[in-house]
């Protein structure tokens, strides 16, 4: 892995340490997260609520809010129609709950992964017309589904498309779909990020731009409640925008900062604060009485809530997230936590599987990696793409086999747009959609080869073998013995932490070893020493190193993380060490 040391203006740096009275490391960081200024910096650490941006930023708002309301005063039945991942159930949970709230007579709908797959789907559109509803809401899905949106006209549905994902653009004659003007499906009407009023800032656009599905969901409840409600109504929907948009991987950066630093505030308050669902999530994790990071919602609260989606059906969650009951909150909570750990046994062997296929291949000369196989459940294959993905730094997209036809999902590395990657190779796909760094699709088996072909020459031609080369950005070389209680404390108030807003990475050279164990699993725990002063350290799944780069005496360069670890009471500094390279 090579270290990158953040490009950071020096004079910059200084002056905001001066005029905004920060420690000069803590001005750094916030230089390499892009403020560099007073004014930015006291926004970003007060993150307050009232600077919300306003619903009508979206140019079809009002058109959407108004035949909401119209449906709420005739009676219509409304139905939201969200994706079967967390951002898609939590959104269809928090509309779901804002329009019960406004007197709506509402339902809601979950594809099944399995039998429907992604997104909008005619044949379900019909079942859903034939309960009477006129309104559907789509929430995390529908962007790209023109023929769908045709499907509801002709059933005399109006439908209301939520997304954030990419749009497609007007085919330019080259078949790839490569013209700039983005094609819309004709829905009744459209909220995206990306369809904003003219008039709207360059500022504001970058504060809205980053919301995932649940998040744009959010602001159509903000447009609904908005002359009916105060702030502290409409943040009691927070816990749902953050598990949904930290479980998306959405940058922990503009409007998605201020959503997710509130909501988790939310999500660490007491159980008699929570809806019963969030309680019993928390109770099944683990997390009763625990303050909850991204990290908590990302790697224990998410996998439970995703995983009735991925093995069974996603209607699980949304009765969880939806229910009044504590005891059938539990029952729910609980039924997922044994899903869950199926998932993970599953996963486990298609990971072992998907790896020994990539150790069969030249990985050096390979742009992309492109796995398939009959055996593999579809439900699973978009967490072992990534951990693939962590494995052997290659776009990775794991394909399951049915009919002859596979259903495929794709993770990607900087510097790889995959959503534009899948555009290329669009002739061989029957559909896809998604992001740059993540994105699913179906194809027909014959097509397999000519995509792996195609994909794989299309990465190695953008990122080239430098490309492939890991890099780990740190922000700032230092002595340890700079590092104290109450600077870590500065630190922490940048969280929450998440893409776009990364944890502190420092580094730091003539660090000895004077203490060295495996605790855990494979967790390397150290005592390092600088110059007379000791500090406790923990290398997290590096417990193979010991006896190869670490042992007792020897000297090493790292860069870490400052945390603040409490145990039984007290309090000590302990340095989470990310990479460690051998000095002699």
Same mark, same amino acid.
């Given at each position: 892995?090579?270290?990158?040391?953040?490009?950071?203006?020096?004079?910059?740096?200084?002056?905001?340490?001066?005029?905004?009275?920060?420690?000069?490391?803590?001005?750094?960081?916030?230089?390499?997260?892009?403020?560099?200024?007073?004014?930015?910096?006291?926004?970003?650490?007060?993150?307050?609520?009232?600077?919300?941006?306003?619903?009508?930023?979206?140019?079809?708002?009002?058109?959407?809010?108004?035949?909401?309301?119209?449906?709420?005063?005739?009676?219509?039945?409304?139905?939201?129609?969200?994706?079967?991942?967390?951002?898609?159930?939590?959104?269809?949970?928090?509309?779901?709950?804002?329009?019960?709230?406004?007197?709506?007579?509402?339902?809601?709908?979950?594809?099944?992964?399995?039998?429907?797959?992604?997104?909008?789907?005619?044949?379900?559109?019909?079942?859903?017309?034939?309960?009477?509803?006129?309104?559907?809401?789509?929430?995390?899905?529908?962007?790209?589904?023109?023929?769908?949106?045709?499907?509801?006209?002709?059933?005399?549905?109006?439908?209301?498309?939520?997304?954030?994902?990419?749009?497609?653009?007007?085919?330019?004659?080259?078949?790839?779909?490569?013209?700039?003007?983005?094609?819309?499906?004709?829905?009744?009407?459209?909220?995206?990020?990306?369809?904003?009023?003219?008039?709207?800032?360059?500022?504001?656009?970058?504060?809205?731009?980053?919301?995932?599905?649940? %998040?744009?969901?959010?602001? $159509?409840?903000?447009?609904? !409640? +908005?002359?009916? @409600?105060?702030? =502290?109504?409409? &943040?009691?929907?927070?816990?749902?925008?953050?598990?949904?948009?930290?479980?998306?991987?959405?940058?922990?950066? %503009?409007?998605?900062?201020? $959503?997710?630093?509130?909501? !988790? +505030?939310?999500? @660490?308050?007491? =159980?008699?604060? &929570?809806?019963?669902?969030?309680?019993?999530?928390?109770?099944?994790?683990?997390?009763?009485?625990?303050?909850?990071?991204?990290?908590?919602?990302?790697?224990?609260?998410?996998?439970?809530?995703?995983?009735?989606?991925?093995?069974?059906?996603?209607?699980?969650?949304?009765?969880?997230?939806?229910?009044?009951?504590?005891?059938?909150?539990?029952?729910?909570?609980?039924?997922?936590?044994?899903?869950?750990?199926?998932?993970?046994?599953?996963?486990?062997?298609?990971?072992?599987?998907?790896?020994?296929?990539?150790?069969?291949?030249?990985?050096?000369?390979?742009?992309?990696?492109?796995?398939?196989?009959?055996?593999?459940?579809?439900?699973?294959?978009?967490?072992?793409?990534?951990?693939?993905?962590?494995?052997?730094?290659?776009?990775?997209?794991?394909?399951?086999?049915?009919?002859?036809?596979?259903?495929?999902?794709?993770?990607?590395?900087?510097?790889?747009?995959?959503?534009?990657?899948?555009?290329?190779?669009?002739?061989?796909?029957?559909?896809?959609?998604?992001?740059?760094?993540?994105?699913?699709?179906?194809?027909?088996?014959?097509?397999?080869?000519?995509?792996?072909?195609?994909?794989?020459?299309?990465?190695?031609?953008?990122?080239?073998?430098?490309?492939?080369?890991?890099?780990?950005?740190?922000?700032?070389?230092?002595?340890?013995?700079?590092?104290?209680?109450?600077?870590?404390?500065?630190?922490?108030?940048?969280?929450?932490?998440?893409?776009?807003?990364?944890?502190?990475?420092?580094?730091?050279?003539?660090?000895?070893?004077?203490?060295?164990?495996?605790?855990?699993?494979?967790?390397?725990?150290?005592?390092?020493?600088?110059?007379?002063?000791?500090?406790?350290?923990?290398?997290?799944?590096?417990?193979?190193?010991?006896?190869?780069?670490?042992?007792?005496?020897?000297?090493?360069?790292?860069?870490?993380?400052?945390?603040?670890?409490?145990?039984?009471?007290?309090?000590?500094?302990?340095?989470?060490?990310?990479?460690?390279?051998?000095?002699?």
């Amino acid at each position: 892995m090579k270290w990158v040391l953040a490009q950071s203006d020096d004079a910059v740096a200084a002056a905001l340490s001066d005029k905004a009275g920060l420690h000069p490391l803590i001005a750094r960081l916030m230089v390499n997260r892009g403020i560099t200024e007073p004014a930015a910096v006291q926004a970003f650490l007060a993150c307050d609520f009232s600077t919300l941006s306003s619903p009508g930023v979206f140019s079809q708002m009002p058109k959407a809010v108004n035949r909401i309301r119209k449906a709420i005063d005739t009676r219509e039945k409304i139905t939201v129609y969200g994706d079967y991942d967390v951002d898609g159930v939590t959104g269809t949970s928090l509309l779901f709950l804002v329009l019960r709230a406004l007197g709506a007579q509402a339902a809601w709908y979950i594809p099944d992964r399995l039998a429907e797959g992604y997104g909008l789907n005619a044949r379900a559109l019909k079942m859903i017309q034939s309960t009477g509803t006129k309104l559907v809401i789509s929430v995390d899905c529908g962007i790209t589904a023109s023929r769908e949106a045709e499907a509801a006209r002709s059933l005399g549905i109006d439908l209301i498309i939520t997304d954030h994902h990419e749009f497609k653009n007007q085919d330019d004659g080259s078949g790839c779909g490569n013209s700039q003007a983005p094609v819309f499906p004709e829905a009744y009407a459209v909220l995206h990020p990306s369809l904003l009023d003219d008039g709207v800032t360059p500022e504001i656009r970058e504060q809205v731009g980053c919301l995932t599905g649940v %998040g744009v969901a959010f602001k $159509l409840a903000q447009g609904l !409640l +908005e002359a009916t @409600s105060d702030d =502290a109504q409409l &943040q009691t929907y927070l816990d749902l925008v953050t598990l949904g948009t930290v479980a998306d991987v959405g940058k922990i950066t %503009g409007e998605n900062r201020l $959503l997710v630093k509130h909501g !988790l +505030e939310l999500l @660490s308050s007491g =159980a008699e604060k &929570q809806r019963p669902g969030i309680a019993a999530l928390k109770r099944v994790s683990g997390l009763d009485g625990k303050k909850i990071s991204t990290g908590s919602v990302g790697f224990s609260i998410a996998p439970r809530l995703n995983a009735g989606g991925r093995l069974e059906r996603a209607d699980m969650s949304v009765r969880l997230l939806t229910t009044d009951s504590p005891e059938e909150a539990l029952s729910l909570a609980s039924d997922l936590d044994g899903i869950n750990r199926e998932r993970q046994s599953v996963e486990e062997n298609i990971r072992e599987a998907a790896r020994r296929l990539c150790h069969q291949m030249d990985i050096d000369a390979t742009g992309a990696l492109v796995l398939c196989s009959e055996d593999w459940h579809p439900g699973v294959i978009g967490i072992v793409a990534s951990r693939i993905v962590e494995e052997f730094y290659r776009p990775t997209a794991l394909i399951c086999l049915k009919d002859g036809v596979g259903k495929g999902s794709a993770r990607s590395i900087p510097g790889f747009d995959l959503y534009a990657g899948l555009v290329s190779c669009s002739d061989l796909l029957i559909n896809f959609g998604g992001h740059k760094v993540a994105a699913g699709f179906t194809i027909a088996k014959e097509n397999i080869p000519q995509f792996r072909d195609r994909l794989g020459s299309l990465v190695l031609k953008q990122v080239g073998t430098q490309g492939f080369t890991r890099t780990l950005l740190v922000d700032a070389g230092v002595a340890p013995e700079e590092i104290n209680s109450d600077l870590v404390r500065q630190i922490e108030r940048m969280a929450p932490f998440g893409q776009g807003n990364p944890e502190a990475r420092l580094g730091a050279r003539g660090l000895e070893v004077v203490a060295s164990r495996i605790v855990g699993s494979n967790h390397l725990k150290l005592k390092l020493r600088q110059q007379g002063a000791f500090f406790e350290a923990i290398a997290f799944n590096q417990g193979d190193l010991l006896g190869k780069q670490v042992w007792n005496g020897s000297r090493l360069a790292a860069v870490f993380t400052p945390r603040l670890n409490v145990w039984n009471g007290k309090t000590s500094l302990e340095l989470d060490i990310k990479d460690i390279k051998t000095e002699k």
